[in-house]
């Protein structure tokens, strides 16, 4: 019984020796997690390893135009966001898909647009639009063309494929469209090559007069 009680006041010793450290060294503690956060941060705006392979997981939905539907299919996706939708688009057009994203920003959405360097003379630009509704606009001009046609939906789902987000390849283009839900591997790739463009793009001050 004398050793039971002895072994219990050492581990009580033992605990509370650790919450005094842990109490006495808050800062230190909160410091390093700010660290960690912030070299996670770092880390996110580098090119990821490519080509690279991640587990299968998850959901595919495709579709293909014309017949019509991929919008259809792509607005619904973009209705699913709860915190976060970055969207990489070269030809940036569909009215819908630009109400769907208005929606997401309207519900406290992280909304962040990059775009290909031609829209900064497109005579109705969507970078206007987006720009004058307050939105975080960025222009990737540091390639020929910025040519992927990409949604980041929170943390486990990524839009890609040939579809543009456009009126044209919803009616006349051949295009294909991937919404690949409940994979968070392959959405934290996708974000980390968004913030690599983010990170070298400009941002965007809108024309005004074109919202």
């Known amino acids: ?19 005094l450290w842990a109490e006495s060294n808050t800062d230190l503690v909160q410091g390093a997690v700010a660290g960690a956060q912030e070299q996670l941060q770092e880390a996110t705006a580098a090119l990821p ?16 135009s014309p017949p019509p539907g991929a919008t259809a299919a792509l607005v619904s996706a ?10 990489q688009a070269y030809s940036f057009t569909s009215a819908p898909i630009a109400k769907a994203a208005m929606d997401a920003k309207k519900s ?23 720009a004058n509704q307050g939105v975080d606009v960025r222009i990737d ?10 949604m980041v939906i929170d943390d486990g789902t990524v839009v890609t494929g040939s579809f543009n987000f456009s009126k044209a390849a919803e009616l006349a283009n051949a295009e294909n469209l991937l919404i ?25 001050s809108a024309r005004h007069g074109l919202d």
């Open 180 to 204: 690949l839900r409940g994979n968070p591997a392959l959405n934290r790739l996708y974000a980390q090559n968004f913030l690599h463009h983010w990170s070298h793009s400009t941002p965007y």
């Open 141 to 150: 001009d540091q390639h020929a063309i910025a040519h992927n046609k990409v």
């Open 108 to 130: 406290s959405v992280e909304l962040k647009v990059l775009l290909d360097k031609s829209q900064r003379t497109q005579k109705y630009s969507v970078a206007d639009f987006f």
């Open 49 to 64: 390893q490519s080509p690279t392979t991640v587990p299968a997981e998850g959901s595919i939905e495709v579709a293909f």
């Open 1 to 19: 019984m004398r050793k039971v009680w002895i072994v219990s006041v050492l581990a009580l010793t033992v605990m509370a020796s650790g919450l």
């Open 78 to 87: 973009m209705g699913e966001a709860q915190h976060r939708l970055w969207i």
